[in-house]
């Protein structure tokens, strides 16, 4: 990899023993000059990095990760009719590369030492760096200063090779499957992709180990395995040494955009329609309990993280998971994660939060997996009143429900009918792109007398064929509108005016979900007014349009720093 360096990589890429004792007298006689950091000049510095195309490869896209230092090149490999992910960062040679080994060794020192709230910040490093240079009496020009500077953050405070990758917003996914083998990543445009990042046994050990100490976690040949939360919110699962994967120490890092999807962005993508939208926008408000069902990498807590933006303003909100993934815009709100302890303390699972959660009296609980003895406490909960959301890893209505039946959860089926909806999603291939659909909505009715089976029909279906949802008949719609004491016609008003309001937010990009959640609260608190809002803005945009004039309309002060 072009500019790839580390203890490891420079002792490998440094010069002979010779060489460094040279560097080092040179280093001795010059100790004291006064070095002073510049600013890095892209134009009279620059570039940093540089790349050179593997032969017979054709280059397909290039952007920048981490400007101006790191950037990305994808390339096509005719031949192997492939595309290759390659993480270009800046060129290190032999003489920085043995500069920066003493750097990281000189460096540890001064930053256990400084009394700054944050010792490995980006601008202490750079400072300290700066005084080391100068104590060196090293001539440095301006690049090979910032080079250094980029590798000695990159290291001490990002994820050192990896670090390109979690700061690219296109992977989803980053998979190290052992010692010497290149990671693969998931891109939203390339799908699963080979990149340029190779770890050797020294270093992937040592960077497993690392991993875990970030996280606050221990991991050791005894304890090989484990799954956590790195420090920038990715969900990390850890393997040390060969015995449980025979390849090597290995990890998959599931990475999480730092703004949470809102229904809007789901819309957007085509996950959910504007009408299925509304009508579980409906559900949540009149406390009716849903689990999301489907395979991995198929959205369910995504999803889930977007409906819950519809639980109205003020309500008691809990949620419970094994690694912190939801992110709420909710006043009242408890978050709660398991935690593991190896020498002291009690471990605390799923089970023992979902307890304690129901003496918080929540009118909403959010359990990031069904999978064990928690399950029969949730339902448990759902009898008594509270509204629960979920997700589980099954592929069709019916699945869950012989999941819920059966070993380790044994839910009872009587308990099963305090459910209310199952939704289904599907990670598929939609004209030679990967998209994520909801597949079925399934409402849960009662216990057939006749078979003793659990009666539930769809509300709605997705047709692959032509990539549209179904929509049939729904009992919940109907018990909601007994609910509220709605005509019929109300009813379908009602569910208009949300289609509507969803619809109007969409066209106009509002997907920031602070304020999305602001104008959902506001349409709890002023519907009619909400309403006519968007009956003056279509108005006005119809007679803009006519006059050729663009519309600026919105809904109020939640929409004026709307993005987009």
Not at 154 to 162: A, I, L, T
Not at 422 to 449: C, M
Not at 468 to 484: A, G, K, M, P, W
Request: proline residues 4%.
């Amino acid at each position: 990899m072009s500019g790839e360096t580390s203890e490891g990589d420079a002792a490998r890429a440094g010069p002979s023993a010779g060489f460094g004792d040279r560097i080092a007298q040179f280093v001795e006689l010059l100790r004291g000059t006064d070095y002073e950091n510049q600013p890095f000049r892209p134009a009279a510095d620059g570039p940093l990095a540089s790349f050179d195309h593997p032969s017979g490869h054709r280059e397909v896209d290039r952007y920048w990760v981490n400007a101006p230092y790191a950037y990305v090149v994808v390339t096509y490999d005719r031949d192997a009719s492939e595309h290759q992910y390659h993480v270009v960062e800046p060129d290190v040679d032999e003489f920085t590369a043995t500069l920066l080994q003493r750097v990281r060794r000189d460096i540890r020192n001064p930053l256990l030492y400084r009394d700054d709230a944050d010792p490995t910040s980006e601008a202490t490093l750079r400072a300290e760096l700066s005084e080391l240079i100068g104590q060196y009496g090293v001539a440095l020009d301006n690049a090979t200063f910032h080079t250094m500077a980029y590798y000695l953050y990159r290291d001490f405070r990002g994820y050192g090779r990896v670090d390109p990758l979690m700061r690219d917003p296109h992977i989803e996914d980053i998979s190290c499957d052992g010692y010497d083998l290149p990671i693969f990543v998931y891109h939203d445009t390339y799908t699963d992709i080979e990149t340029n990042v190779v770890f050797d046994r020294e270093e992937l050990d040592h960077y497993v180990v690392r991993m875990a100490q970030r996280s606050g976690r221990h991991i050791s040949i005894g304890d090989p395995v484990i799954g956590t939360t790195l420090p920038n919110g990715s969900r990390a699962e850890l393997v040390l040494g060969e015995e449980v994967t025979p390849r090597g120490s290995a990890f998959t890092l599931r990475m999480y955009a730092d703004e949470p999807f809102t229904p809007i962005d789901l819309i957007d993508y085509g996950t959910f329609s504007v009408e299925q939208m509304a009508y579980l926008w409906l559900c949540i408000e009149h406390n009716k309990s849903l689990i999301f069902a489907g395979g991995t990498a198929s959205g369910k807590t995504t999803s889930m993280n977007a409906i819950s933006m519809f639980i109205p303003p003020r309500s008691k909100l809990i949620t419970i998971e094994d690694t912190r993934e939801l992110s709420l815009y909710h006043d009242n709100w408890l978050s709660s994660v398991t935690r593991q302890r190896l020498n002291e303390g009690t471990d605390i699972d799923m089970y023992d939060l979902l307890r304690s959660a129901l003496r918080h009296r929540p009118e909403y609980i959010l359990v990031g997996e069904v999978r064990g003895e928690e399950a029969i406490t949730l339902f448990q909960a759902m009898n008594t009143g509270h509204t629960t959301l979920s997700t589980m890893h099954a592929d069709s209505v019916q699945t869950v429900i012989n999941r819920l039946e059966n070993e380790p959860i044994n839910v009872p089926r009587p308990m099963i009918q305090s459910l209310d909806l199952l939704l289904v999603q599907t990670l598929t291939r939609l004209d030679d792109e990967r998209v994520r659909r909801s597949k079925a909505i399934g409402e849960i009715g009662e216990i057939d007398q006749r078979t003793g089976e659990l009666d539930y029909a769809n509300a709605f279906s997705w047709d692959a064929e032509d990539d549209t949802f179904d929509r049939h008949d729904s009992t919940l719609l109907s018990e909601i509108r007994r609910e509220r004491g709605w005509t019929q016609a109300q009813a379908r008003g009602e569910l208009r005016n949300r289609e509507r309001f969803l619809r109007f937010l969409s066209e106009r990009g509002v997907t920031d979900y602070r304020k999305f959640t602001a104008l959902v609260n506001e349409y709890y608190a002023h519907p009619d007014e909400i309403i006519d809002r968007i009956d003056e803005a279509d108005a006005d945009a119809e007679a803009e349009a006519e006059s050729g004039a663009v519309s600026g309309v919105g809904l109020g002060t939640a929409d004026a720093d709307t993005d987009g």
